[in-house]
């Protein structure tokens, strides 16, 4: 079948929207009609050429949201009608990380994911008979992709998809590391360092879970007001001295809890430095470049902090994303205020020129 879809040409030029060819779904796969799809910073930073394990050609996109249009031999949890999210990081339920019930990260399909292949070494992806890979496991800049089963969370199909997207990839792994990653405390007091979508995610996350206090730290003013409609308390500019405003604010103790959402490698510094004495619990999201690495003074674990990281916030995508977008139906979480932009997939490079510029939170593609 042919298909309209972003394919990442050359590293550092716009993506080229173009008609690619879209093979069947295989054994265990499902094809799925993108309806919706958020346009996210690992999509910017793979086309620039910044990741090292980036690749070309290949359609980009990774944070989607469509209904099932045909699904192959096998298929169970999910049947044509379904609406679905998309998964960059599978649940398969079998694996040793999946039964151990302890983290998220699945092994079922990760080695052919990462070359831009489905789990049969192959991609369905095509243009003039020569192969195009995937993406993440994902490549949702298209009207259509072929996904694995495991990688699709079937959600409640009363929701919008320009919203639920963002549940793909950023709005979850703020809300996943609040709520279930950190699993903040009720009554408690929170730093939240950068207010991006992760960021954000995060603050709403704790908001949900009944921290008292939530402070958020981002140079940006504009930043800083959205973050008070998510459910900051109070909010500073950050800077050098974020560890001391922070310190300030808690009798010179800290934070219960602490987020880092920048990917800059001294504020995850600052988020360790900022977590309580005694059970601060910092929590890192951010991703930082490669080779770099983060000091920690040992004394700071001595006395009892403890720090921890979770790509997709720690969320399994499955289990969680469906309980969020109930969440965001039955009106107790936000997601409105993370859209910012409506685009066309032909709009796709003005969604990178809208990040760059920081403008907005999300600028999200719909389709037709
Ligand atoms: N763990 C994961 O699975 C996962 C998923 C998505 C994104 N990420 C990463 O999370 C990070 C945040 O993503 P985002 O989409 O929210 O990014 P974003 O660029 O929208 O937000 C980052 C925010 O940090 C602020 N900031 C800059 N310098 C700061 C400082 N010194 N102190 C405090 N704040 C500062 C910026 O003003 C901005 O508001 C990125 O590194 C991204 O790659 C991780
Ligand atoms: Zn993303
Ligand atoms: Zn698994």
Redesign the pocket.
């Known amino acids: 079948m042919k298909m309209r879809a972003a394919v990442l040409e050359e590293f550092g030029q716009p993506l080229v929207v173009q008609e690619v060819d879209i093979a069947p779904p295989k054994a265990g796969e499902v094809l799925v009609k993108i309806h919706a799809c958020g346009v996210?910073?690992?999509d910017l930073y793979t086309a620039s050429g910044a990741d090292p394990s980036g690749y070309k050609p290949c359609v980009l996109g990774?944070?989607g949201a469509g209904i099932v249009e045909e699904v192959g031999e096998g298929v169970t949890s999910v049947a044509p009608g379904d609406h679905v999210v998309t998964l960059f990081s599978p649940e398969c339920g079998e694996c040793i990380h999946c039964k151990s019930g302890k983290t998220n990260i699945c092994l079922a399909i990760r080695e052919q994911q990462g070359k831009g292949y489905l789990p049969d070494g192959t991609p369905r992806l095509s243009r003039g008979g020569e192969p195009l890979r995937h993406f993440m496991g994902t490549s949702t800049f298209a009207e259509y992709t072929v996904m694995p089963e495991i990688a699709l969370a079937k959600v409640n199909p009363d929701a919008p998809f320009d919203k639920i997207c963002l549940l793909a990839?950023?709005a979850t792994t703020g809300l996943a590391a609040a709520l279930w990653k950190a699993e903040v405390e009720k009554g408690s007091t929170v730093a939240v360092f950068g207010a991006g979508m992760v960021g954000l995610g995060a603050v709403a996350g704790a908001k949900l879970r009944g921290a008292e206090r939530i402070f958020v730290i981002d140079p940006s003013e504009k930043r800083r007001e959205l973050a008070m409609q998510f459910g900051a308390t109070e909010t500073f500019a950050g800077g050098d001295d974020a560890v001391d405003q922070v310190l300030a604010r808690t009798d010179g103790f800290g934070a219960d809890y602490t987020f880092e959402a920048t990917g800059i490698v001294s504020v995850m510094g600052q988020a360790v430095e900022a977590a309580r004495m005694g059970w601060g619990l910092c929590t890192i999201l951010g991703v930082a470049g490669k080779g770099e690495r983060l000091e920690i003074v040992p004394r700071f674990l001595i006395t009892g902090r403890k720090v921890q990281g979770g790509s997709f916030g720690g969320a399994k995508g499955r289990t969680h994303v469906p309980q969020l977008v109930d969440m965001y139906v039955g009106g107790e979480l936000e997601l409105d205020g993370f859209v910012s932009h409506h685009i066309t997939l032909d709009e796709v490079n003005k969604g990178f020129d809208l990040m760059h510029a920081q403008d907005g939170i999300r600028s999200v593609i719909m389709f037709e």
Do not use: A, I, L, P
Request: aromatic share 0%.
């Open positions: 996210c910073h690992t990774h944070e990839c950023g």
